[in-house]
């Protein structure tokens, strides 16, 4: 099924998991929310859009670095005078100095991760078109989440997601013997193959948000080059989308 190849990378990602005021977690990989969140955007549509026609898309996330889970503490109101701290939910003020709210934000740092995107086609060609020229600029998660790599890989891709199997994985090489490589699946991989979990990320109206499940599985990738950081991955990319065009 033809489809869309993203890359997903940065110095922090924030992908929301359930949350309260006072801690705003992050899941371990994009969600489905946030994925139709970030081509919405691309697409120049207010928060508000009838996002219908992208919720039959379908994501398939390759883990090229998992990264590592760190919390910054968040403050509202310290400093201010009393009467600009927030306001209790009687509509008061708290006394002088106790007007600081003192909140966790968790992100990702260091993760990267290439995401293939199938469905209609109508829908993945308008989406394709709006990644390479994106109506509002787009982020990781959070608005301060901004990416170190340019998103769409390519687009209209004949096989998206067999193509997670040969693109450059943006990692180190390993050391000894090749590890695996994680892969997250929002359709069972193999017939009848039971989901590994659920996550509620599956956007609704008003800002709802229902669960689905998800398949989790680590394979061996030989026809994928580990193909380090920075300037190295992107010259295997190159590489590879050279290939890949001729």
């Given at each position: 099924?033809?489809?869309?190849l993203l890359?997903?990378?940065?110095?922090?990602?924030?992908?929301?998991?359930?949350?309260?005021?006072?801690?705003?977690?992050?899941?371990?990989?994009?969600t489905?929310?946030?994925?139709t969140g970030?081509?919405?955007?691309?697409?120049?549509?207010?928060?508000?859009?009838?996002?219908?026609?992208?919720?039959?898309?379908?994501y398939?996330?390759?883990?090229?670095?998992p990264?590592?889970?760190?919390?910054?503490?968040?403050?509202?109101?310290?400093g201010?005078?009393?009467?600009l701290?927030?306001?209790?939910?009687d509509?008061?003020?708290?006394?002088?100095?106790?007007?600081?709210i003192?909140?966790?934000?968790?992100?990702?740092t260091?993760?990267?991760?290439t995401?293939?995107?199938?469905?209609?086609p109508?829908?993945?060609?308008?989406c394709?078109?709006a990644?390479?020229?994106?109506?509002?600029?787009?982020?990781?998660?959070?608005?301060?989440?901004?990416?170190?790599?340019?998103?769409?890989?390519?687009?209209?891709?004949?096989?998206?997601?067999?193509?997670?199997?040969?693109?450059p994985?943006?990692?180190l090489?390993?050391r000894?013997?090749?590890e695996p490589?994680t892969?997250?699946?929002d359709?069972?991989?193999?017939?009848?193959a039971?989901?590994?979990?659920?996550?509620?990320?599956?956007?609704?109206p008003?800002?709802?948000f229902?669960?689905?499940?998800?398949?989790?599985?680590?394979?061996?990738?030989?026809?994928?080059?580990?193909?380090?950081?920075g300037?190295?991955w992107?010259d295997?990319?190159?590489?590879?989308?050279e290939?890949a065009?001729?």
């Open positions: 099924m033809n489809g869309l890359h997903l990378s940065g110095p922090l990602q924030s992908w929301g998991n359930d949350a309260d005021f006072d801690v705003r977690t992050t899941h371990r990989w994009p489905r929310s946030a994925l970030l081509l919405a955007c691309a697409l120049g549509r207010p928060r508000d859009s009838d996002n219908s026609d992208l919720a039959e898309l379908g398939t996330i390759r883990i090229d670095r990264g590592q889970r760190e919390m910054d503490f968040h403050t509202i109101g310290g201010y005078a009393r009467h701290t927030p306001p209790t939910a509509g008061k003020f708290k006394k002088l100095g106790e007007g600081t003192l909140t966790e934000r968790w992100y990702l260091d993760a990267a991760f995401v293939a995107v199938t469905g209609p109508s829908v993945t060609h308008i394709g078109a990644l390479q020229r994106p109506k509002f600029g787009l982020s990781l998660g959070r608005r301060s989440c901004t990416p170190d790599t340019p998103i769409l890989l390519r687009a209209d891709v004949p096989d998206a997601v067999g193509e997670l199997d040969r693109l994985l943006h990692r090489p390993s000894g013997v090749p490589v892969f997250i699946y359709t069972a991989p193999e017939p009848g039971k989901p590994d979990t659920e996550v509620r990320d599956r956007p609704g008003r800002r709802t229902t669960r689905r499940p998800v398949w989790q599985r680590e394979r061996l990738l030989p026809h994928a080059r580990e193909a380090g950081r300037t190295q992107i295997e990319l190159t590489a590879y989308r290939a065009a001729a």
